[in-house]
């Protein structure tokens, strides 16, 4: 009698996420619905990321395994730290730059293993993976946390060096023609990253760094992988972009869980999750605010200042998080006064977001359009008000509010820009009022869009159900 045939291996794919809370998170979120589908995941981790992998480990303790490794040294940045939560925008360069050193310990272990790597999935900042895939024989792809109007944006500057003319203030319109539209910014919502690198803010082998990981990931890779669905981005995903080297995109959002009980995804949270739920409980379905720009965006006090005296005009019920790198941004007092009139809760450290989305009080989300925020409220159905900050921040805006017609704009926008005051207490009443229906029955409409795009039978169910099928031919 012949012996069986011994089982086919389940692709063993490396996974290497970039060490900043909105760009890691949805990468292992992404990597959990692979290992659900039966790959086989190493995932690249330093020492001080490595609890960012517990929930992921923990739900799938046979299916992924982490590839500790020092983290890379570097001058710019302090001993012991190793994520940019709560770093300033300048460091994002210097953590580009760093991380590609972990190319060499990646090749060598990679090169060690009796089972081969079949494919390496590498956040779009870590562009030196395309290439350490090609030495490995692999395939190499981009995963993009945030959406392809964003992502598209960086990589067209990068490829053209588009430049501001001398005597052009910050109103200089750039062009995007290969973008369908052919959108246009001001140069002030240019992404910071850009323009450091034009204007030398950065040392030169940043400088180089920043630039080739964008070309690498044009030039190098196989395909970009979107945490996107076609109901929000479908005019840019019907043809093969040139501003993203003409690749194929699979569409897979949104991968994030629809709940998250602990209300602890990406960190401990400042205030338990039921606590939170059982404040808003004493409010009616959709009157209140939450306010929250991200883990990495540095307010100034005039911002803070503009922004709690239009809460307080507004008379609007609202949660406000502040994060850890702007504790001084609240005006002394007002928490006081939010609390004595029972209408306002400010939160200082990481909140339960996911949660308190779906709270049914909670009617609207000041947000800065970090991509990880966009799509947690376009998941729980609540509309936005737009208040952009930098990168692709400025991008999302536009798609949410003049293409989607999911948000409105609460701020022009801009680190360190402060709104009137009177001004932004309308923007809010307004939301909460009659002039807000529109938008937040779109919200809804696109909630449930989203919903089915990820079951079964859905946009991001098929294009996800593809990828998988795509990475077993590879073996």
Known sequence: ??????PTPAPHVLVIPFPAQGHALPLLDFAALLAARGLRLTVVTTPANLPLLSPLLAAQPAAVRPLNLPFPYHPSLPPGLENT????????????????????????????????VVAVIADFF???????ARELGTAGIVFMPSGVLGTAFPHSLFRRLVRRPAGCGDEFSVTFPAIPGEPAFQWREISMMYKWFLEGGIEDKVRESVRQNFLWNLQESWVFVSNTLRALEGRYLDAPLEDMGFKRIFAVGPVAPETDPAGTRGGEAAVAAANLSAWLDAFPEGSVVYVCFGSQ???TPAVGA?????????AVPFVWVVSAGNSGVVPEGFEARAAAARRGLVVRGWAPQVATLRHAAVGWF???????????AVAAGVPM????????????AR???DEVRVALRACAGGFGVAPDPGELAAVLADAIGEKGRDVTTRASELAAEAARAVNEGGSSYADLEGLVQEIRKLC
């Open 366 to 376: 000041m947000t800065h359009c970090g991509w990880n925020s966009v799509l947690e």
């Open 1 to 6: 009698m012949e012996a069986a045939a011994a």
């Open 399 to 401: 798609l949410l509010v």
């Open 297 to 299: 965006a540095v307010l």
């Open 85 to 116: 939560k709560g770093c300033v925008p300048e460091a994002f360069p210097v953590f580009i730059h760093a991380l590609a050193s972990l190319r060499e310990p990646i090749l060598a272990w990679a090169r060690s293993q009796p089972d081969p």
């Open 306 to 314: 503009s922004l709690a005296e239009a809460l307080e005009r507004s």
């Open 126 to 132: 870590c562009g030196w993976a395309q290439p350490l």
């Open 385 to 396: 008000l737009a208040w952009p900050m930098t990168a692709d921040q400025f991008a999302n």
